[in-house]
């Protein structure tokens, strides 16, 4: 499956994306056709703007500028202006529906961080015309390239104040902040504004996993320079290649705790309340500690935005004092939910891949055994009756 990964150690901004991408090898020529798909009026976008494509050498490094330049003052856009520009276009219909979904999204974080409806929003810096460029572009340049699966790395934010169309705003701005909500990222100690509201609206919307980088038979590197000098290469990369699907990869936290100083028959209890918190999987192995002190060791599996969930769960309902947390990567087989009808009931059932070769069928436990309870027959009874029906995969 063809893929995208974008290195963000510098940050990200919607003409670095469009840069890398074009770095790539992608035809300027494609892309400008497209983009010239957009209705180009008076009281629409300016008909004197300008792609400028230049390569930027930067700490030894080449890569590509995307800059949009205009002659003139542009009026202000709220979302409705900007949805009636991209479906007057003549576009595809996929395109104008992908580069709407990242307006509206840009349009709700703003609307929530000023607390108006999101009909109200003006979009001053991000409803300009580069902005809507950097947007339907990136929509454009993944579709030319043929890109499924877009992944990228956690996201840095810089630090300090920024000067925007609202006066003096916090880094990240609010909105960056609102949209980056459930996205990995981290702190570093350069002063300046290193994801813009439209970098990470694009990245939000087009990415379907912030991780590492997975396993990728590379076929082409693309480097979107930036326009500011943070003392550090400030370009984005892209890599484009061939995921390796046979499996999965992600991240998750394993958070342990040795107990040696609760009563056991609490454990059920334990088990039941951090399940609830959103763990993965959670166990206890029996364990000898010093002085031949006999103890547990709590295991829990959790997603990294359950962390938090998962402690307040641990320090309130054990009596340990402290836990250990390890990030841990994950190789998975593919998987895929099938809901079964059976005279017992609908069962959920798992299916697991390997390559595109089924791999393994199993039905979901919880659902055999709720069957089974309701209707008093053995468990095995419903598993047996799911895995003889027909099952669509």
Same mark, same amino acid.
């Given at each position: 499956?063809?893929?995208? #990964?974008?290195?963000?150690?510098? *940050?990200?901004?919607?003409?670095?994306?469009?840069? =890398?991408?074009?770095?790539?090898?992608?035809?300027?020529?494609?892309? @400008?056709?497209?983009?010239?798909?957009?209705?180009?009026?008076?009281?629409?976008?300016?008909?004197?703007?300008?792609?400028?494509?230049?390569?930027?050498?930067?700490?030894?490094?080449?890569?590509?500028? =995307?800059?949009?330049?205009?002659?003139?003052?542009?009026?202000?856009?709220?979302?409705?202006?900007?949805?009636?520009?991209?479906?007057?276009?003549?576009?595809?219909?996929?395109?104008?529906?992908?580069?709407?979904?990242?307006?509206?999204?840009?349009?709700?974080?703003?609307?929530?961080?000023?607390? +108006?409806?999101?009909?109200?929003?003006?979009?001053?810096?991000?409803? =300009?015309?580069?902005?809507?460029?950097?947007?339907?572009?990136?929509?454009?340049?993944?579709?030319?390239?043929?890109?499924?699966?877009?992944?990228?790395? =956690?996201?840095?934010?810089?630090?300090?104040?920024?000067?925007?169309?609202?006066?003096?705003?916090?880094?990240?701005?609010?909105?960056?902040?609102?949209?980056?909500?459930?996205?990995?990222?981290?702190?570093?100690?350069?002063?300046?504004?290193?994801?813009?509201?439209?970098?990470?609206?694009?990245?939000?919307?087009?990415?379907?996993?912030?991780?590492?980088?997975?396993?990728?038979?590379?076929?082409?590197?693309?480097?979107?320079? *930036?326009?500011?000098?943070?003392?550090?290469?400030?370009?984005?990369?892209?890599?484009?290649?061939?995921?390796?699907?046979? #499996?999965?990869?992600?991240?998750?936290?394993?958070?342990?705790?040795?107990?040696?100083?609760?009563?056991?028959?609490?454990?059920?209890?334990?088990?039941?309340?951090?399940?609830?918190?959103?763990?993965?999987?959670?166990?206890?192995?029996?364990?000898?500690?010093?002085? %031949? %002190?006999?103890?547990?060791?709590?295991? +829990?599996?959790?997603?990294?935005?359950?962390?938090?969930?998962?402690?307040?769960?641990?320090?309130?309902?054990?009596? @340990?004092?402290?836990?250990?947390?390890?990030?841990?990567?994950?190789?998975?087989?593919?998987?895929?939910? +099938?809901?079964?009808?059976?005279?017992?009931?609908?069962?959920?059932?798992?299916?697991?891949?390997?390559?595109? @070769?089924?791999?393994?069928?199993?039905?979901?436990?919880?659902?055999?055994?709720?069957?089974?309870?309701?209707?008093?027959?053995?468990?095995?009874?419903?598993?047996?009756?799911?895995?003889?029906?027909?099952?669509?995969?």
């Amino acid at each position: 499956m063809k893929s995208a #990964y974008f290195d963000c150690q510098a *940050g990200i901004a919607g003409n670095m994306i469009l840069g =890398a991408l074009i770095d790539t090898g992608l035809s300027i020529q494609k892309l @400008t056709t497209e983009l010239n798909k957009l209705p180009i009026t008076k009281n629409q976008l300016p008909n004197n703007y300008q792609l400028s494509i230049t390569k930027i050498r930067q700490n030894n490094i080449t890569g590509t500028l =995307a800059e949009v330049k205009i002659k003139g003052k542009e009026p202000h856009r709220n979302l409705k202006d900007i949805v009636i520009i991209i479906n007057k276009s003549e576009l595809s219909k996929a395109i104008k529906q992908r580069s709407i979904a990242i307006f509206k999204k840009l349009a709700e974080a703003e609307a929530k961080v000023h607390g +108006v409806s999101i009909d109200n929003i003006h979009f001053h810096e991000v409803g =300009a015309v580069d902005a809507i460029i950097d947007i339907v572009g990136t929509v454009i340049a993944l579709d030319l390239l043929g890109i499924e699966e877009v992944y990228s790395s =956690a996201i840095p934010n810089g630090k300090g104040w920024i000067k925007h169309a609202h006066g003096m705003l916090p880094i990240p701005a609010p909105a960056t902040a609102e949209l980056l909500k459930g996205i990995p990222t981290y702190q570093t100690n350069i002063e300046g504004e290193l994801v813009t509201p439209t970098g990470a609206a694009i990245i939000t919307s087009i990415c379907d996993s912030f991780e590492e980088m997975p396993r990728i038979k590379v076929q082409a590197i693309g480097y979107g320079q *930036g326009t500011k000098d943070y003392g550090i290469p400030n370009f984005l990369r892209v890599v484009i290649g061939e995921i390796d699907s046979t #499996y999965q990869e992600d991240a998750i936290l394993q958070i342990e705790t040795n107990i040696d100083d609760m009563d056991p028959e609490k454990y059920h209890q334990i088990i039941k309340k951090l399940m609830k918190a959103g763990v993965l999987d959670v166990s206890i192995a029996p364990i000898l500690m010093k002085k %031949r %002190r006999e103890a547990q060791n709590l295991i +829990v599996l959790c997603n990294l935005e359950d962390k938090q969930a998962i402690l307040d769960t641990l320090f309130t309902f054990t009596s @340990t004092i402290g836990v250990r947390i390890y990030l841990v990567k994950r190789e998975k087989l593919p998987r895929r939910i +099938v809901k079964v009808k059976t005279k017992w009931g609908t069962v959920r059932v798992k299916v697991s891949f390997a390559g595109k @070769t089924v791999n393994n069928i199993m039905p979901e436990f919880e659902d055999c055994r709720k069957a089974a309870i309701k209707h008093k027959i053995p468990i095995r009874e419903v598993f047996k009756t799911t895995l003889q029906n027909q099952i669509t995969i």
